[in-house]
Nanobody
Framework: VQLVESGGGLVQPGGSLRLSCTAS????????MAWYRQAPGKQRELVAT???????NYVDSVKGRFTISRDNAKNTVYLQMNSLKSEDSAVYYC????????WGQGTQVTISS
């Protein structure tokens, strides 16, 4: 099983990014999937979830700004992040919810002017 995140980068406050997570070794459509993030010195935080039926849920701090989606044909989960704030800066990871598999390398998101 492998989870590969991509799409992070450095953007200014108010900007947007779209993260991708491609899974291999299992069929992601059978699982609830989620995006997590970990900022320096903080615990990993659950940010957004998508059930196998595509019902979504978000932590309050990102509601209305982030959107999780999935392309089952590509075994890929996305996180569209808009109106980014400095407090969104973190390494972003995807996994099942609850997490079952070894974490990928994550993708760094840095929000700074």
């Amino acid at each position: 099983v492998q989870l590969v995140e991509s799409g992070g980068g450095l953007v200014q406050p108010g900007g947007s990014l779209r993260l991708s997570c491609t899974a291999s070794g299992f069929t992601s459509s059978f699982f609830a999937m989620a995006w997590y993030r970990q900022a320096p010195g903080k615990q990993r935080e659950l940010v957004a979830t998508s059930t196998s039926g595509a019902t979504t849920n978000y932590v309050d701090s990102v509601k209305g700004r982030f959107t999780i989606s999935r392309d089952n044909a590509k075994n890929t989960v996305y996180l569209q992040m808009n109106s980014l704030k400095s407090e969104d800066s973190a390494v972003y990871y995807c996994n099942t919810n609850p997490y079952l598999f070894t974490w990928g390398q994550g993708t760094q998101v840095t929000i700074s002017s």
